[in-house]
């Protein structure tokens, strides 16, 4: 016969088990030669929908800077990484980096969107 306090701890580890959601780790990662020269340049978000399916990535940007403002004018997917959460999550971050005015007419950015550890699949 089964003890009431093995009982509860197996009911425990099952609900620990099967049904609290599996988390990995995000990383968005921009290397510093991207950033070089830049007055603000903010790493994008990892979505959470992107993350719960276990979308990663990488891609490349092109930011055309506006010489007067050192704003971005314009941001192109040069190559996508595949998902488009991912993707608009980069562009509308590189809109909002800043470099001093009139040094730079564009910038090309490999943003790597990577998942470490795993995560259960909703699918």
Partial sequence: MKSPLRTLLTLLFLQLALLTPCR???????????????????DPEY???SQHMG???QGIYRLVINPKTGTADEVKVLRTTGHRELDASAVMTLFNWKFPP??????????????????????
């Fill in 102 to 123: 009139g040094k730079i007419d564009h910038r090309d950015v490999l943003v790597v969107f990577h998942l470490t550890g795993w995560v259960r699949g909703l699918h």
């Fill in 47 to 49: 979505p959470i929908k």
């Fill in 55 to 57: 979308y990663q990535g």
């Fill in 24 to 42: 990995a780790t995000d990383v968005v990662k921009i290397d510093a030669q991207y950033k070089k020269d830049s007055i603000s340049a903010p």
